[in-house]
Structure formats: C-alpha cells, structure tokens
C-alpha cells in the first residue's frame, strides 16, 4: 500500500535557487495538505487543498506556491529558496473534515 | 480557533514502567483528537483517534488515551513502556478553518525509554 507518496526525499539548493516537491496520494481522499516541520515547532501549515481545483492559504504560506493537479496529486514549489526554508516537509490527505490524516514519509530540504 | 499544549517537552521513563503524556486543548468545536507518533527521520503514524464516541480510546502498540471535556484533555498513556516506544508524540486536534478541515499541531513530546 503506497498511501502517501512524496520525492525528492532528500535535497540541498542553493539561496534563490526554485525546486518543486511532488506528492500523490492513491486513497481517493478529496483533502490534501503540506506541512513543515521545525524544531520545536511541531508541524504548521503552509496550503491545503480541500478538493480538486481549490487551494487555500495555512498559517506559513509565505515565499511557497501549491498546484493541485488532480485529484491525485499535490505539488509544492519554493519559487525561490532561502535558508529559513530549510525544514522537513510533509504532505498529508484526508477524506474529509474531522478524518484520520495520512502523512507521507517526509521531504529533508537543506538550504545554503 | 483552536489550540494544543503539551505540556512536557521530554518524558524519560525506564522499559517496563508506565507512560503518561500530557495534552490539554481548546476548540471552539467538539473535536476530533489524535495521537500521532514519529519515529527519527520517519513520518507521522497515528496512534489513536477520537470522534465523539467512547470518551477511553485504545489505540495501537498498547497505547490508549482518555477525552475528559471537563478539563479539556487528552492524556495519552501505556502501562508499560518497551525500547521501541521511544520517539516524539505529538497531540493533534481537528478543526475547521473557512469551512476546510485542519488540523494543529502541539509542538510534541519526546519520549525517551532507558534500559
């Protein structure tokens, strides 16, 4: 079962450098969302996407664009990167409000 | 609006003694709540979930955790710790923001298991 799929794993850019991270998800969930985490911070909010065609602003949307493709698919890009960027980030989906949200297994995004 | 505090950064415990994880919140809601756990350098796997049905939610790996809307918590607890429940936990609750579910994150509590 893939659930929650994202690439790349693991990436290092440089300050004003542009990088995309792709996620799919194959549960037919309409919700899909991007998260960052930092330490000591938990995980926060930068878009979500309730349904196909609509994407919507969380509490960390700045510097950050989001497309939802498909319903399948949910892609976050850094238009142009700076170290304060640098964090682990997820993307998750849902079914829906108040269901269980499924994480993908993480993206490391270093930048210099 | 709604908010999560956990209220213990750390909890070392000893493998065989039990666990208690600390989580008060606030909604303006009735929430959904949830336990997530994150092993290192892994994603985020839920533990447990609860709905507005039995108020005591057992979870997986022995875990479980009590909804007392009296005092806005949900503890999360085990009876007895092992080497593998060592990692971060973090409290989640549900919400809606513009009319889209959400959900906000404590800033999580490291679980540390010694020998």
């Known amino acids: 079962n893939a659930g929650v799929t994202q690439t790349p794993k693991f990436q290092v850019l440089k300050t004003g450098q542009s990088m995309t991270l792709q996620c799919a998800q194959d549960?037919?969930?309409?919700?899909m969302y991007w998260y960052r985490q930092d330490p000591g911070m938990g995980l926060r909010l930068i878009y979500y996407s309730a349904s196909e065609g609509t994407t919507d602003k969380g509490e960390v949307p700045n510097g950050y664009n989001v497309s939802r493709l498909n319903k399948r698919e949910f892609s976050l890009r850094l238009e142009s990167a700076a170290p304060s960027q640098t964090s682990v980030y997820f993307c998750a989906s849902s079914e829906g409000t108040g269901n269980t949200i499924y994480f993908g297994e993480g993206s490391w995004l270093t930048v210099v | 609006a709604q908010s999560v505090t956990q209220l213990d950064s750390h909890v070392s415990v000893s493998e065989g003694t039990p666990v208690l994880l600390r989580c008060n919140y606030s909604?303006?809601?009735?929430?959904?709540l949830f336990w997530y756990v994150q092993h290192p350098n892994k994603g985020l796997q839920l533990l447990l979930k609860y709905t507005s049905a039995a108020t005591l939610v057992k979870g997986i790996n022995g875990f479980e955790a009590e909804f007392k809307k009296s005092e806005t918590s949900f503890h999360l607890t085990k009876p007895s710790a092992h080497m593998s429940d060592a990692a971060e936990y973090f409290c989640v609750v549900s919400g809606i923001n513009s009319g889209y579910s959400t959900l906000t994150f404590g800033k999580g509590t490291m679980l540390l298991v010694s020998p």
């Open positions: 549960m037919n969930h309409n919700s």
């Open positions: 909604s303006s809601y009735s929430p959904s």
